[in-house]
Structures are given as structure tokens and as C-alpha cells.
């Protein structure tokens, strides 16, 4: 039976090792107030060490993901904010969505079910795996407003997108939808929005089969090699093979051998490896 717990501008919904952690300001289409920021932060700290949590999904509350910051409150709000709420709500708004996202230590997942504009593409692009409505509608839409995509939301288009198409996006305004995000690799698959939450349990239950220390590591891995060059990379694997040993608990190496050797249950691209059942 799901687990639900409502906040101000959150939800948090717990069901069979999937949490799903909802933007809700479905009347704003979820546009990030401060308040959202704080409660994602608070959130996402208590959800890292979690027994319940195995996998994470960001996701929006009705037809949106999220479109963005709320001006009005995000940006006009600073006139009447001390410097102190300014600087707390700041750093709200960047740890969730990056800091604390990409580094999160189970599976991520955003699930873009509607419209993603501007800021949205921080958390989409921290978390681990993606997944788009085919007619989700996403948009860098800063330059209409006079302003550029701050934050490090330019930073975090130039990781998922190549610089043609993400110099294009933010300097046009253009929109485009999950297929196209499909193909640019903003996200990894796009479905029939009727169809969208299912694949996305789908995906979460692969993710379940694997062994926990085993994809966090590899997560980690694939996130430092790619700003490191070839000896860098090569030393830091071998450090961080040798450390995975050490922290399955569920011996997910031999395991793997024992179905490929003995059982010859596990063949690469003829059957899965499954996950020892405690």
C-alpha cells in the first residue's frame, strides 16, 4: 500500500522500493518558490538514508514538471527579503537541484510529464536517468525575459546536449518535445504520456535488480571520469573497483560469477543477472 505525505509544495509517495518525490503547485505549474526549494532540500536529506527509498523519481504534480523559477516570488520576492533569507533560499535552490541530486546515493530518476523551462533542467539533468512524455514541452526560455540561463543551468544544458543544439535553445526560446529530447539526449526515453508512469516503474524495477553498491558506484564512476583524462580515469577506477569489494554487502561479484560460471543462468544480451533474494 503507497505511503503518501503531503508538505506545502511537496508530495512524497512511497510504494514497493519507489519513492516518488512531487513538485506540487500544479496551479503554477510547479514553478520553484522558495518554499519548494526548502522543502525538496529537506526532503532529498531524508530520503538519502532511507531503508524505504531504493529508487528516486523527481517528478511534477498535473501538466507540468516544473516551469521554472517563480518570478514573482523568486525574483521581485528579493525586494522585500533580508539579505539572510536571500542568501538561505539561494543556496536551497542549488543544493537540491544539483549538489545534492547528482551526488544522491540510489538511483534518480525525472519523470517529465508536462511542460520543463528554464531552471527545470538542473534537477532533470542531476539525476541519473530521464524519461519524457512524448509531448512534453521543454523550453530555455530566459532570453525572453531579458536574462540568461543563470545558475548553472547553461552548464548543466552543455553536459546533456551538443553545443549547436544547446546555443540554439537558449538563444532562440525555441521549445521542443520529449522525442526531440529523446534525440538531443536531454532525456533517455520518451512514451505516450498514458504510458509514462509505467515505463517509469519499469526502469525503477531494473534498477532494483541490480546490486545497490554496485550501480551507485558505477554511477559515481561514470559521473568523475568524464572531466578526467585517460591515466586519471584509469587510476581512479581501479581505486574505486577495489573500494566496491569492500562495501557490497551483498557480494555482488561472485554472485554475478556463480550465475555466469556455475548456474550459466546469466549470459550478456541472452539473460539478466538476477539480484540474490535475501
Known sequence: ?????????????????????????????????????????????????????????????????????????????????????????????????????????????AMVNGFCFGGAFTQVCACDYAIAA?????????????????????????????????????????TFDGRKATQMGVVNFSYPLDALREETIKMAKKLMEKSPAAVRYTKEAIRAVRFMNAPQAEDYLNAKSDALKYVDKENGRQEGMRQFLDEKSYRPGLGHFKRKQK
Open 1 to 109: 500500500m503507497a505511503a503518501t505525505i503531503t508538505r506545502e509544495t511537496i508530495k512524497i509517495e512511497k510504494e514497493n522500493g519507489i519513492t516518488w518525490l512531487i513538485m506540487n503547485r500544479p496551479e503554477k505549474r510547479n514553478a520553484m518558490s522558495p518554499t519548494l526549494h526548502r522543502e525538496m532540500e529537506a526532503a532529498i536529506d531524508e530520503l538519502a538514508t532511507d531503508p524505504e527509498t531504493l529508487v528516486l523519481v523527481i517528478t511534477g504534480a498535473g501538466a507540468a514538471f516544473c516551469a521554472g523559477q517563480d518570478i514573482a516570488l523568486t525574483f521581485r520576492g528579493r525586494e522585500s527579503a533580508s539579505p539572510a533569507d536571500i542568501r538561505r533560499n539561494r543556496q536551497a535552490s542549488a543544493q537540491w537541484r544539483w549538489d545534492k541530486l547528482n551526488t544522491f546515493p540510489k538511483p534518480t530518476i
Open 134 to 174: 512524448d509531448d512534453a514541452i521543454f523550453g530555455l526560455s530566459e532570453v525572453n525575459w531579458g536574462i540568461l540561463p543563470g545558475g548553472i543551468v547553461s552548464w548543466n544544458v552543455v553536459q546533456v546536449m551538443n553545443y549547436r543544439d544547446a546555443l540554439y535553445y537558449a538563444t532562440s526560446g525555441d
